[in-house]
């Protein structure tokens, strides 16, 4: 079994953790939200700087909550791919210097495949092949898992992520930033049938729609008109109404794109990750739909959907017991497919 300490510093959370496989050992987030919350979204120097400042200090502190000294470590990784080239650069040279100076094996880690591994964290028995469903900030897609660093996207946004969505429209309803958490307690106290919002159904150019893609950027400008409308017939907002609607519409467009992708692919299972998993309303739909069709669902703790180092660890780990390891002359990427991760490591001698 190997113990893995892992860096996470694709966007706005300086993370370290220590895992041993499956098992959490240790698990540090510094959320940087305070910072980027005056500038109402993440500031990617912003986001470089402050990586800067803790991840030494991150470091120690994973170490010593795991009671753990270099000695017992068999290999370190860092998310490389993708995220924010500044930002993804800090935590990919620390795990890299660290590797150099105590000699151990080093991996590179794609992000979407740490959010992947995120489920065996809570869920340890489970294995591929399963549906994956990941909803974040920065992600929406809908991915078919059938091995470690075998993945096959089937469905995705065609522009902005299910969080960004919330983000953007928490922004012209003027209830701050991130959006998600301050939507969803508005959304308890509104009506989700009070507006009937487009649920970003994409088109296919020989008619018909696609089964699995979606569109949050057209809800978005839906939401904007319709402010706009009743900005101008009364000037007083139903911004309950309006958050649930919203939600509602989201979370019944992702259901229904996920229960028919696991339906058509044959996969009876659907592990929940990204920062939008903690969403009430997705979870109370995608339950409620999966209980129709006899498909399970997993909806993992926040603290292991939302950006961390543990899942990156986790996927370290596997890939280590199968031989793979990273050069050391590995870059960051901004932008990499999870059908390429394979060529994160080096081929098995
Ligand atoms: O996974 P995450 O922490 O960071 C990345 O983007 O990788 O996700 C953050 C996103 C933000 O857009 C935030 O608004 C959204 O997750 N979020 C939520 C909720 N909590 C966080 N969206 C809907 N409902 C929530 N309860
Ligand atoms: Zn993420």
Redesign the pocket.
């Known amino acids: 079994m190997a113990t893995v300490l892992a860096i996470e510093t694709s966007?706005d959370e300086t993370a370290v953790a220590i895992v041993k496989n499956r098992k959490v050992c240790s698990s540090i987030v510094a959320s940087q939200i305070l910072v980027h919350q005056q500038y109402g979204g993440v500031v990617p120097e912003v986001a470089s700087r402050q990586h800067l400042e803790i991840i030494n200090e991150a470091i120690a502190q994973a170490l010593e909550q795991a009671e753990l000294d270099w000695g017992k470590i068999d290999a370190i990784a860092a998310t490389c791919a993708p995220g924010l080239v500044g930002a993804l650069l800090v935590g990919l040279t620390a795990a890299k210097t660290l590797a150099m100076v105590h000699n151990k094996p080093f991996l590179g880690v794609h992000h979407l495949e740490g959010h992947i591994y995120a489920t065996y964290l809570s869920e340890s028995t489970l294995n591929p092949p399963f549906l994956s469903l990941l909803v974040?900030?920065?992600?929406t897609s809908l991915i078919y898992v059938k091995d470690c660093g075998n993945y096959e996207t089937l469905g995705q946004t065609r522009d902005d992520a299910a969080?960004?969505a919330?983000?953007k429209v928490a922004r012209l309803l003027k209830l701050g930033y991130?959006?998600?958490?301050v939507?969803?307690k508005l959304a308890q106290e509104g009506n989700p049938q009070a507006f009937a919002l487009p649920e970003g159904r994409v088109s296919l150019p020989g008619g018909g729609f696609h089964r699995y893609d979606a569109s949050f950027s057209g809800l978005k400008t839906a939401v904007l008109r319709l402010v706009q409308q009743l900005e101008k017939d009364n000037g007083q907002l139903p911004v309950a109404d309006i958050a649930a609607s919203f939600q509602d519409t989201v979370a019944r467009s992702l259901t229904k794109r996920a229960i028919a992708c696991a339906l058509d692919y044959g996969l009876d299972t659907i592990a929940i990750g990204?920062?939008?998993a903690?969403?009430?309303g997705l979870r109370k739909n995608l339950q409620a739909a999966a209980a129709k069709h006899n498909l399970r669902v997993l909806f993992p703790p926040l603290k292991f959907?939302?950006?961390n180092a543990a899942m990156i660890g986790c996927a370290a780990a596997d890939h280590l017991s199968r031989g793979h390891t990273s050069p050391l002359t590995l870059g960051v990427e901004s932008r990499l497919g999870l059908t390429q991760v394979m060529k994160l490591y080096q081929p098995v001698e």
């Open positions: 966007c974040s900030g920065g992600h969080g960004e919330f983000d991130p959006g998600g958490p939507i969803d990204g920062g939008v903690a969403n009430s959907c939302t950006d």
